[in-house]
């Protein structure tokens, strides 16, 4: 199974701050990388798959990049409506696999 | 508009199997491309795949679950049953099931999720 491992497991941020989140691989997995967003008792949101591209509907405030091991998730202007947490996630073979989250909380 | 939704028991005992309904509405699991993934989440913790179920009947399942899960669909009643066998508490978690997307990029996603449905595995 590829390993996805993210950092930090969690963060303290304010509205307006840049956020950045990083995932990485256990192995080469291209582009085959997706970002979901959660909130409590809800369902995760996709928001950034293939690695940089934006899901339809999603702020631009959200960016994504990287490739073969390392990704970045970025939040350029932290808004109240983002904290939550992330989930990274490799489809690049099966059994997907997620990263172990990280939650973005109010500093 | 693509809706799924899960269905199935709320409380199961251990070494029961537990049997989910995945209900959808908005695509065909008979068209080229298209799956059904599932995915649990202990309260807490980090999302779990599960396993797919692919257009053509393919199946992959998480090597650490694939003597206790089975997935199957019924293309015509646009559903798709998880069941998972010898339950135990360490399986209480929220499942969901998810639709498996191919992006214009070639890579998949699920690009849309049920609520979800919190079962417990207690005596």
């Known amino acids: 199974d590829i390993q996805m491992t993210q950092s930090p497991s969690s963060l303290s941020a304010s509205v307006g701050d840049r956020v950045t989140v990083t995932c990485r691989a256990s192995q080469s997995i291209g582009t085959y990388l997706n970002w979901y967003q959660q909130k409590p008792g809800k369902a995760p949101k996709l928001l950034i798959y293939a690695a940089s591209s934006l899901e339809s509907g999603v702020p631009s405030r959200f960016s994504g990049s990287g490739s073969g091991p390392d990704f970045t998730l970025t939040i350029s202007s932290l808004q109240p409506e983002d904290f939550a947490t992330y989930y990274c996630?490799?489809?690049?073979?099966?059994?997907?696999?997620f990263g172990q989250g990280t939650k973005v909380e109010v500093k | 508009q693509i809706t799924l939704k899960e269905s199935g028991p709320t409380l199961v005992k251990p070494t029961q199997t537990l049997t989910l309904t995945c209900t959808f509405s908005?695509?065909?699991?008979?068209?080229?491309?298209?799956?059904v993934g599932w995915i649990r989440q202990p309260p807490g913790k980090a999302l779990e795949w599960l396993g797919l179920i692919y257009w053509d009947d393919d199946k992959r399942y998480s090597p650490s679950l694939k003597n206790r899960i089975t997935i199957t669909k019924d293309t015509s009643k646009n559903q798709v049953v998880l069941t998972m066998t010898n339950m135990d508490p360490v399986d209480t978690a929220t499942y969901y099931c998810?639709?498996?997307?191919?992006?214009?990029?070639?890579?998949?996603?699920?690009?849309?999720w049920g609520q979800g449905t919190l079962v417990t595995v207690s005596s």
């Open positions: 996630q490799q489809s690049y073979n099966t059994p997907w696999t």
């Open positions: 998810a639709h498996r997307h191919v992006t214009r990029t070639g890579v998949a996603t699920f690009d849309y």
């Open positions: 908005g695509f065909s699991l008979s068209t080229s491309g298209v799956g």
